[in-house]
Nanobody, 118 residues
Framework: QVQLVESGGGLVQAGGSLRLSCAAS?????TGWFRQAPGKERECVAA????????RYADSVKGRFTISRDNAKNTVYLQMNSLKPEDTAVYYC??????????????WGQGTQVTVSS
């Protein structure tokens, strides 16, 4: 059972930046970030492998978001730059073998709200 604790959401103006953090209880499976906006399906924003460091990104965030990990702290970060109103959503940290392929994970955090004002 992997436990995930997120932090770092909030309100920001368009063009601004936020950094999300996800502290994991263990580094046994890939970890990533999903988001869900009202009335929309949950989508994988970015994912990373603890071992290889390989990453994947949704097309909508490429060039703006960066996922990274600190193995010593068992923490995954999502640096979000040039934020747009359409990035507004609840962001969830997820872990599981399928996450690196962009599919939902086996373990989920509680979610953190990101709101981008225009």
């Amino acid at each position: 059972q992997v436990q995930l604790v997120e932090s770092g959401g909030g309100l920001v103006q368009a063009g601004g930046s936020l950094r999300l953090s996800c502290a994991a209880s263990e580094r046994t499976v890939p970890t990533g970030w999903f988001r869900q906006a009202p009335g929309k399906e949950r989508e994988c924003v970015a994912a990373i492998s603890w071992t290889s460091g390989s990453t994947r990104y949704a097309d909508s965030v490429k060039g703006r978001f960066t996922i990274s990990r600190d193995n010593a702290k068992n923490t995954v970060y999502l640096q979000m730059n040039s934020l747009k109103p359409e990035d507004t959503a609840v962001y969830y940290c997820a872990a599981g073998r399928s996450v690196i392929s962009g599919r939902p994970g086996d373990y989920w955090g509680q979610g953190t709200q990101v709101t981008v004002s225009s």
